[in-house]
């Protein structure tokens, strides 16, 4: 399996097989119970679990994913993630992400090599505010493991996510269940930067990996994003459960193994990532259109995989502090409520610093909205499988969007960070998960990666200008003016 584009770990890889040999397995903090009585399934009380102080010991998360498990618990995980107990970020402990197990009303925090503060995944190979990884999308595999798509995420900068930052590959993770130990980690089949593996649903025959390329840079390295691949979403297809093997791509005539003949399945003037789930014989996505720049939350739905995707609802969520707050990742939940479907969102504060003295700010929400053609009636129906298979006529198509960004990011695929030796990069890790585990050193400095002024910029992801119109005129206008630098940042 070539490692081509990965550059992750490089202090890691250059410390060898005795250092990954140090890799261990999650081990779990004590529970943090929602009050006696509560249901922390519905949408009102995952919202205030995960808008409370202590969610398990999370002061503040974005990009919130949940997984079922076999079991009946639910994984969740999440990005960019502040450790504490109480509405005050500024002396917490940050993480590029982290887990919480849920059974019933009760949460347990997952915690990986290198002890409590570190990431969940992958914190023995990040090189601080270099390399990281983001979990991407999950899904129990064939095997009965755990397969946990990542994105790897590289800055040349060496500021984090800001300005410069760019997926430079796609990576799966295998934890063995129910215990959740992480048993391996290796490139993707896939291990470009289309990342799929962003959003995973499957049917009877088929698992179905959306791609979106989630660069929140524009080739400049602007605050914005790629014109070139964040409009689309892409969907590539493997056989049940079996996320080792190579991919069929979506063509809009068929299946391809050619990834370069890939065509869009959704497509939006700014930003369509896109979260999937089935529920029976219906496919639900949602995007926050635009993201960053938008406004609205638009729910699709589809009888395959591949669509065609209709939109079937628009919502405006409002912001936690008008104007001076933005929202944006939205994700379907894999569990309906009654008949609605289940929708978490990520907040933040245009100003970062706002959100350090008010974490609250930087909290999920979490919503059921009614979504034509989805039931709880309707789940035991399957898909239409011949409609799955099917090769329609050929649609007018949109190009593929590259995979490769200008030469003052990140010239090809190909690209990792220099000082490392090509024979030093794995193509797998396989742990020791009885071996004693010492992670790297927890992020330093980041208080400076938070109040970089001129140079770079706060956590991008977090720090962000919001096109304050809410037309499809005055957000294009709004992403028109970052483009051209003529952007208006709350500086630290």
Known sequence: MSSRGLGMGVTALAMGATMLAMVGAPTVQAADCAPAGGDVTGADSLAWFFGS????????????????????????????VFFGADNDLSGDDFAHNAALVQDGDCFERLVAAGGDGNSWIGSWVETDLQNWLWPLDAEVGADGHLWLFLAEVQNPNGSGAARGALPVGTWVARYSLPDLQLVGMEPAPDSSRSLFGYSVVSDDEYSYLYGHCYRQFDQAGVIGFDPDCSPHSYVARVPVGEFDQALEYWTSAGWSDDRSDRLPVLSSEL????SVQRFGDVYVAASDEGDWFGDDVVVYTA?????????????TPETKCGDACNNYGAFVLPELQGDQVV???SNNATDMTEAFANASLYRSSVRAVEVPGVSSANLTRAPDMEL???????????AAAPDSTVATVMPSE????ASVAPELRPTTIDLDVGAEVRGQARLAGLAALLVLVGT??????????????RSRGRRLRALGRVRAGDHRLHHA
């Not at 503040?60 to 009946?72: F, M, Q, R, S, T």
């Not at 910029?457 to 304050?468: D, G, S, V, Y």
């Open 414 to 417: 190909e690209i990792a960070v």
């Open 343 to 345: 929708i978490a969102q």
């Open 456 to 469: 770079s910029t706060p956590l991008a992801a977090m720090t962000l200008l919001r096109a304050r119109g």
């Open 303 to 315: 009888p395959a995989p591949q669509g065609p995707w209709t939109e079937s609802l628009r919502y």
């Open 271 to 274: 930003s369509m990532p896109m």
């Open 388 to 398: 799955a298979r099917a090769e329609p006529e050929p649609q007018p198509q949109v």
């Open 53 to 80: 102080d202590d969610a398990a010991g999370i002061a503040g998360a974005d990009y919130a994913h949940a997984v079922e498990l076999p079991d009946g618990r639910t994984l969740w995980y999440f990005q960019d």
